[in-house]
């Protein structure tokens, strides 16, 4: 382990994202409702930058120079998406700042694409939606809304259809430039949870314990493979390959072509809620679960190369939805003992 970072005053932990890497920094939630930047080489802290109070997560996303921030429910009507200075954390707009509604929270972390940034919504009355803005000035491009609904998953925009998962059990294909519905997926098992990822024209989405593979410009089913409790564990997607895991502690390995299952490994290492970091070099995965434990894991194979317990380990909980990222070598991940932590990947 190289170096853990733990915040002073309230914290709710890291689970619930990620952090993003950049330009020698890695930026975090920290605390209710703070944002902070870190140097990557040894964790010392460069800023802090408060947002608004009666935050319960925060989660970021970078585009052309602005690092973004989403703020989900607030008990008022506020501000819930920011621009910020990546190098000073200053805020340079909020989506309230230019006479745009007010939204009731934004459900998981920003899209981007092109200069453009996309959030699911909520609103007080009780509908939600998908609105895109631009990423430097934070100027309203459009907004599209589901009446009477809410988002329950981050967007995913691939060739220019932005596709997003509501509470009425629909996945929806919207168009990048306009919010125009494209297709939607319609009666799943059970309201989607974890964020879409695309590949080779087909976009995969999970519900229940099913895994579904969409054309991206239609929507129309290609493949269906069942698999167990998937709960909001994002997919990370390679070439011929697409790995998930499960809330029973298996992480698969499935071809992206036709669903046939490459391999299936029990990590026994309780849920896994995020997304696995891929790195091609080394031709590993590294997978953040329950019990505070990083596990390395061979892409070829299953096997499981390494097991990293991190704080106190099982006394804390775990890692949850923090997906790690891989950032020159190092691995950053959060955790519910409320730290974050940089962990040297996996030499060759």
């Given at each position: 382990m190289t170096w853990t970072y733990r915040p002073s005053?309230?914290?709710?932990?890291?689970q619930d994202w990620g952090p993003v890497a950049s330009q020698g920094r890695i930026y975090s939630p920290s605390g209710l409702n703070q944002v902070v930047a870190l140097d990557a080489k040894n964790g010392k802290p460069l800023w802090s930058q408060s947002l608004v109070s009666n935050v319960f997560t925060v989660a970021l996303a970078e585009a052309d120079g602005v690092l973004l921030a989403t703020t989900a429910i607030t008990t008022s009507p506020t501000s819930t998406l920011f621009g910020l200075a990546p190098a000073s954390g200053k805020v340079?707009?909020?989506?309230?700042?230019?006479?745009?509604?007010?939204?009731?929270?934004?459900e998981g972390a920003p899209a981007v694409a092109e200069g453009v940034v996309y959030v699911g919504y909520l609103l007080y009355e009780g509908s939600g939606g998908m609105a895109a803005f631009e990423a430097k000035s934070g100027r309203l491009l459009w907004r599209w809304q589901n009446a009477g609904h809410s988002p329950t998953t981050s967007p995913m925009v691939s060739g220019g259809c932005v596709v997003v998962g509501f509470d009425d059990h629909v996945c929806y294909g919207l168009d990048a430039k306009t919010g125009e519905k494209i297709w939607l997926f319609g009666a799943l098992p059970e309201v989607m949870s974890a964020s879409p990822a695309a590949s080779g024209g087909q976009v995969f989405v999970t519900a229940g314990q099913s895994l579904y593979a969409l054309d991206l410009a239609t929507g129309q089913p290609r493949w269906q493979q069942s698999l167990g409790p998937l709960g909001a564990s994002?997919?990370?997607?390679?070439?011929?390959?697409?790995?998930l895991g499960t809330r029973d502690s298996r992480l698969y390995a499935v071809q992206v072509s036709d669903g046939t299952t490459g391999w299936t490994?029990?990590?026994?290492?309780?849920?896994?809620?995020?997304?696995?970091a891929i790195d091609?070099?080394?031709?590993?995965?590294?997978?953040?679960?329950?019990?505070?434990?990083?596990?390395?894991?061979d892409m070829a194979t299953g096997d499981v190369l390494d097991r990293l317990t991190l704080g106190e380990g099982g006394k804390a909980g775990g890692i949850w939805r923090s997906s790690p990222a891989l950032y020159q070598r190092r691995l950053y991940i959060g955790s519910l003992d409320q730290a974050l932590y940089a962990i040297e990947g996996r030499r060759r």
């Open positions: 005053g309230p914290n709710n932990g890291f340079l707009w909020d989506n309230r700042g230019q006479g745009q509604p007010a939204l009731g929270g934004i994002s997919l990370a997607v390679t070439g011929e390959w697409l790995f490994t029990n990590l026994e290492a309780g849920a896994i809620e995020g997304a696995p091609l070099q080394r031709h590993v995965l590294y997978v953040g679960a329950g019990r505070n434990q990083v596990l390395t894991v």
